[in-house]
Structures are given as structure tokens and as C-alpha cells.
């Protein structure tokens, strides 16, 4: 998926490490940051709007669909800082952020509603929230989530004599589904215990609250089919181009890469988890109308859609589908064809124990 996992993944082991970067006295102080500006037209009237995303090859798709037509309609010029959480939580608490806007994921923005870092939204300002048709769940007092990445299995179509894996207990069939395994490690996504409850027949409807020694427990009957835990989006298209594996979870987003390639590869996106982008606004923000306008512009159907178009980005829109093509539609796992296969990661769980399942997790992987 995008590099702005990397981001969110920093931020959820990186709390304990608030209180020694809430010294830092500036952005240039971090050295983490950067910044790239999009000239307009007069209609801002000089005004400037800086919002903060992963950058990488998602923030030069946000640049094309949504900065670049933002700043052309509203003559406001778009400032991008590309920095992790912890720093800017640190700015945030004294009282000088570098940013109005915050791309991140709603995880992430809950983790700021706790550390009191984030403005609440007055939703009034933002109509695409309407008129996109956000769904309810992804609409909280200080965030909207405008996107969302899911992750799913990848196989080897050469692998397995033509049959398709159709579950996640087909990933665990190592007999009829022959070959070595790769699942992320904490460092690349959360640790991935509903698939392992999923081989096991748990409905998706009855995962939470995760079952964590069942959960564990049919992670050890495959442990030693697993070759490799990947901790980077790329990682399990290497694997699975080399054939060191012929299953792996993967970020769905990698898998038409890899087929561009002409990797013999495909997803299954039964039992997909899904985890939310979207957007807040940085407590304290120096140009807090404007990030009004540019998270209202952002949340439209139409930049959704022309989002996907520039980058295996799932609307959260249902509206945003119907402004692709077939094709182009198809292959984001957000499609109405395909979204009853998965489930939306229980956020409020994982914040609850994600330290301690991944410390679980460390110890499990060591064996």
C-alpha cells in the first residue's frame, strides 16, 4: 500500500518517545520534514493552506488528483509537510503546529484526539460529507475517513495446479495448498490475529473482540510454513516473485504492480481487513478555514475518484465507484462487488491491546 502506513506504524510504538521530542523547538529541528508548494491562481488571495501526508508515491498522487485542482479552483496554494507523528504531535502540544491539515489514518487520529492534538470539526463546513455519502462509521468529531487500504491474501496462480485459494483456511492448507507461507510482522502492519481466527471458522461478524490464545494457537500450526515476515509494502511481491512463497498477506494495492510485471500472481480479497485514511485538522492550526476547504474538496466524490484513478486508493465514498470506469473500478477493493468480503478493523480494540498482543507476537515469532 502507500508509504503512509510507515507513518502510522511509528506513531502507535512511538508514544512513549512524546515526551523527549516535545523538546524539539521546530520542524527543522525533526529533519524529517519537507515541503513542496503548488503556485495558484488570485483567488485565495495569497492564502496558503499546509496539510501533512506520507508523501512518496501517494503524495505525488495527492499532489496530481487532489492539490493541484484544489489550488486551480480556489487560487489557495497547497504547502505539503511530509513528517511522522511523533514530531508533529510534539509542535502540536507547543502550540505551534506546521500544518492545518492531517492525512493519516483514523487510527492514528484517535491516538491525536488523546494526546488533545486535534481540532474538533464543525461537519457544517464540510458538505461533501454529505454529499459524498461518507459512511456514519467513518465520521467521528475530528476526523472523516476519506480512503482505505485492505489487507488480503496474494497467491501464485502457477502454483496450485490451476486451483484457487477461496479462504483464509485455504492459506492454512499447506497440504492441499502446497508451498511456504509470508505474514506481516508488527513493524510492517498490525499483527494479523483475525485471519488466523478466520482459518479456524470464526464468523467476521463474531471476530471482535479477538479471540487472542485461540488466535494464537492457529498461528503456531502454520509457523513453520512461514518463511518470511515481511515489514514493508513491496517485501511480499519480492517473495512472491522469487517463489520463496506461493501465499502471502499482502497490502491489496500491490497486487496489480506485481501483475503489470507479469508476475503470475492474484488476490483474494475474502477476509480482507480494512483500515481508514482521513483527515483532521492540527489543534491550534494557523489557517484553519482553508483546511476546511481543502478537507471539504478532498471528501467530494469526484477527488476520491480521480484519487483512485492516480493510485490504488479505496474511496470511502460509494458515490466516488460510480465515477470509474469498469475496469478501473474493478480493481480497488473497495467495488461494491467486492466489499461484503471483508471487514473494517475494530480501531477501538486494537488501541486497547495492540502493545500487548505485540509483544506477544515478538515472543511467538522468536519460537
Not at 481540532?119 to 461533501?128: G, I, Q
Not at 495446479?161 to 492459506?171: I, M, T
Not at 465514498?317 to 473494517?344: I, M, V
Request: hydrophobic share 40%; aromatic share 8%.
Amino acid at each position: 500500500m502507500s508509504d503512509a502506513q510507515i507513518g502510522r506504524r511509528a506513531l502507535l510504538r512511538g508514544a512513549g518517545g512524546l515526551a523527549a521530542l516535545a523538546a524539539l523547538p521546530s520542524l527543522a529541528a525533526c529533519g524529517t520534514g519537507t515541503s513542496r508548494a503548488q503556485a495558484g491562481g488570485g483567488k485565495g488571495g495569497g492564502k496558503t493552506v499546509v496539510v501533512r501526508d506520507s508523501g512518496g508515491s501517494y503524495g505525488a498522487a495527492l499532489q496530481k488528483a487532489i492539490y493541484t485542482p484544489f489550488t486551480q479552483e480556489t487560487g489557495i496554494q497547497v504547502k505539503v509537510l511530509n513528517l511522522d507523528d511523533a514530531p508533529l504531535l510534539a509542535q502540536i502540544k507547543q502550540g505551534r503546529p506546521q500544518c492545518d491539515l492531517i492525512n493519516n489514518s483514523m487510527m492514528s487520529h484517535i491516538k491525536y484526539v488523546k494526546q488533545d492534538a486535534l481540532e474538533a470539526l464543525d461537519l457544517d463546513r464540510v458538505k461533501s460529507v454529505k454529499s459524498a455519502k461518507i459512511p456514519e462509521n467513518q465520521i467521528t468529531d475530528h476526523a472523516v475517513g476519506s480512503s482505505f487500504y485492505g489487507a488480503c491474501m496474494a497467491y501464485r496462480t502457477d502454483a496450485f495446479g490451476g486451483r484457487k485459494p477461496e479462504s483464509w483456511a485455504d492459506f492454512w492448507d499447506t497440504k492441499a495448498f502446497q508451498g511456504g507461507r509470508s505474514m506481516c510482522n508488527p513493524d510492517g502492519d498490525l499483527p494479523e490475529l483475525e485471519f488466523a481466527l478466520l482459518a479456524d471458522g470464526v464468523p467476521m461478524d463474531k471476530l471482535y473482540p479477538l479471540d487472542v490464545d485461540r488466535a494464537f494457537k492457529v498461528l503456531t500450526q502454520l509457523r513453520g510454513d512461514i518463511k518470511k515476515f515481511w515489514d514493508s509494502g513491496p517485501l511480499p511481491g519480492v517473495l512472491l516473485s522469487r517463489q520463496e512463497v506461493t501465499m502471502s498477506t499482502v497490502w491489496d494495492g500491490r497486487i496489480a504492480d506485481l501483475q503489470k510485471q507479469g508476475v503470475p500472481v492474484e488476490r483474494q480479497l475474502n477476509g480482507m481487513r480494512r483500515q481508514f485514511q482521513g483527515y483532521a485538522i492540527a489543534k491550534g492550526a494557523a489557517n484553519i478555514d482553508a483546511a476546511y476547504q481543502l478537507m471539504d474538496f478532498s471528501l467530494r466524490a469526484e477527488s476520491q475518484a480521480a484519487l483512485a484513478k492516480a493510485f490504488p486508493s479505496n474511496p470511502s465514498s460509494p458515490l466516488a465507484y460510480a465515477k470509474l470506469t469498469e475496469d478501473e473500478r474493478n480493481a480497488l477493493a473497495g467495488a461494491p462487488k467486492y466489499y461484503d468480503k471483508g471487514f473494517d478493523a475494530d480501531v477501538d480494540w486494537w488501541l486497547k491491546n495492540e502493545s500487548a498482543v505485540t509483544k506477544r507476537w515478538l515472543e511467538w515469532a522468536r519460537g
